[in-house]
Nanobody
């Protein structure tokens, strides 16, 4: 079975950092695009960042550019989201998701077929 297991969420003060991980099991991440999405209470789910199946194209929403970095390690079958200079506005449940054979633009939640369980990120003083 295709599964994604997220970890790394938690509580941090503004300006702090967290590293979210997404471990794949039951399949290889090779040829899968990976996206990170978040949903805050009362708000629509939004795409945060993604990396395409080829690993050559990344996308970030404007609010996280320069602060977050997405990466993949096909050998370890994991994806990560490095989150720096965190703000209270980043507080949300973060989800990783994958889609096979998605190249280039990869920012739409509807494009992804397998989702992780979500991990809570809380940024507060």
């Amino acid at each position: 079975q295709l599964q994604l297991v997220e970890s790394g969420g938690g509580s941090v003060q503004p300006g702090g950092s967290l590293r979210l991980s997404c471990a794949a099991s039951g399949f290889s991440l090779e040829n899968y695009a990976i996206g990170w999405f978040r949903q805050a209470p009362g708000k629509e789910r939004e795409g945060v960042s993604c990396i395409d199946s080829g690993g050559g194209t990344t996308n970030y929403i404007d609010s996280v550019k320069g602060r977050f970095t997405i990466s993949r390690d096909n050998a370890l079958n994991t994806a990560t989201l490095e989150m720096n200079a965190l703000k209270s506005e980043d507080t949300a449940v973060y989800y990783c998701a994958v889609r096979r054979h998605l190249y280039g633009r990869c920012t739409r939640a509807g494009d992804f077929t397998t989702w992780g369980q979500g991990t809570q990120v809380t940024v507060s003083s």
